[in-house]
């Protein structure tokens, strides 16, 4: 069993900076990637940035330049600093991770945290 517990998120103002961090905890073999996607209301699911245990990063078009993922893999965390928000960027983002636990890797996710940006 894998958990992903997510902190940070809130209210900001457009342009502002935030903070996601992500923890993994419990029983793996390994943990091959981890990300965040988002969702806001009444759109798909999207992700957003990922990278992976050897430190390649993949972004989403809308966030490139402006969101930075990394991961400390000793610790098994992950933060997500996002700057220059903007009010597009309201959604619940969620913390994922691509783990190994026995022989072939799934998939888990975490709770959500809610970021809300003001215009």
């Known amino acids: 069993q894998v958990q992903l517990v997510e902190s940070g998120g809130g209210l900001v103002q457009a342009g502002g900076s935030l903070i996601l961090s992500c923890a993994a905890s419990?029983?793996?073999?390994?943990?091959?990637?981890m990300g965040w996607s988002r969702q806001a209301p009444g759109k798909q699911r999207e992700m957003v940035a990922q990278?992976?245990?050897?430190?390649?990063?993949n972004y989403t078009d809308s966030v490139k330049g402006r969101f930075t993922i990394s991961r400390e893999n000793t610790k098994n965390t992950m933060s997500l600093q996002m700057n220059s928000l903007k009010p597009e960027d309201t959604a619940v983002y969620y913390c994922?991770?691509?783990?190994?636990?026995?022989?072939?890797?799934?998939?888990?996710w975490g709770q959500g945290t809610q970021v809300t940006v003001s215009s």
């Open positions: 419990g029983s793996y073999r390994r943990i091959l990637a």
């Open positions: 994922y991770a691509l783990v190994v636990t026995t022989y072939l890797p799934s998939n888990y």
């Open positions: 990278i992976t245990s050897g430190g390649s990063t």
